[in-house]
C-alpha cells in the first residue's frame, strides 16, 4: 500500500499540542488535539460555506447583468428595426434589400403595391420566389427573370425601366451594398414609378412635334 504524505497542517496541528510524529501523545494532547481538528474543519466549513454563498450571489449578479444585458440588446434591436421600419415605409419608392444568399432582408409596402403582390407572397425569404410572383405584373416576364438572375451573378450597377402591364413604367435602380472595407454583403434596388412623368415628357414632345410641324407647313404654303 502506498504511503501518503503527512499534511502540513496536521504537523502545526500536532506541534501546538506538543506531539511528535514518532511518539504516542498523552491523552490530554490527543484532546487538545481533537479539539484543535474539530476546529479547523469547523472553520474550513464556515469557509466553504462563504465560498459557495458567495458564488450563488455571483452566479445570480451574472444571471442578472447577463438577462440585463439580453433585455438592452433585445430592446436595442427593436428599437433599430423600428426606424428602419419607419424609413422604408416613408419612402416614395418601392425598396427591396437582398443579401448575398439571395435572402430577403427588407421590403416596403410601396414595392408590395407597384408589384402587384399578394400579402400572402411576402411572406417568402427567398427571393427567387420573390422575383418570381413580382414580375407576374411586368410585360416581358421571361426575359425580365433572366436579367434578374444575370445582375445577381455580377457586382454591377443596373439603371433601367420596367413596364408594366396596365402601362406603367418603373424606374429600376439596382446597386450592391458594401462595408466600409468594401466587402459586398448584399444588394437594394429602389423603384420608383414614373409613369406621370414619361407621360408628360411624350405629351410635350408631341407638342414640339406639332409645333414645329405647323411653324413648317406655312412656309411651304409660301414657296409653293
Not at 116 to 135: F, K, M, N, Y
Amino acid at each position: 500500500m502506498t504511503a501518503v504524505a503527512q499534511h502540513p497542517l496536521l504537523d502545526q496541528l500536532l506541534s501546538r499540542v506538543g506531539a511528535k510524529e514518532a511518539e504516542v501523545p498523552p491523552l490530554e494532547a490527543w484532546r487538545e488535539l481533537l479539539g484543535l481538528v474539530s476546529q479547523t474543519l469547523y472553520e474550513a466549513d464556515h469557509h466553504r460555506d462563504a465560498l459557495e454563498r458567495s458564488i450563488a450571489v455571483t452566479s445570480r449578479e451574472m444571471q442578472r447583468l447577463y438577462q440585463d444585458l439580453k433585455q438592452r440588446t433585445e430592446n436595442k434591436r427593436v428599437e433599430q428595426e423600428a426606424i428602419m421600419r419607419a424609413t422604408l415605409e416613408s419612402a416614395i419608392e418601392g425598396i427591396l434589400v437582398i443579401d448575398n444568399e439571395r435572402r430577403l432582408i427588407a421590403v416596403n409596402q410601396r414595392f408590395a403595391a407597384m408589384a402587384r403582390l399578394q400579402p400572402e407572397e411576402l411572406t417568402t425569404w427567398d427571393h427567387r420566389a420573390l422575383s418570381a410572383a413580382a414580375v407576374k405584373s411586368a410585360k416581358m416576364a421571361d426575359s425580365l427573370i433572366s436579367r434578374i438572375e444575370r445582375l445577381y451573378e455580377t457586382d454591377g450597377t443596373l439603371h433601367d425601366e420596367i413596364e408594366l402591364l396596365d402601362g406603367s413604367v418603373i424606374d429600376w435602380f439596382s446597386t450592391p451594398v458594401r462595408t466600409p472595407d468594401g466587402t459586398k454583403i448584399g444588394r437594394v434596388a429602389f423603384f420608383r414609378d414614373v409613369t406621370a412623368e414619361r407621360h408628360a415628357h411624350h405629351q410635350l414632345e408631341r407638342a414640339r412635334r406639332s409645333s414645329s410641324f405647323r411653324q413648317q407647313r406655312p412656309l411651304e404654303e409660301h414657296h409653293a
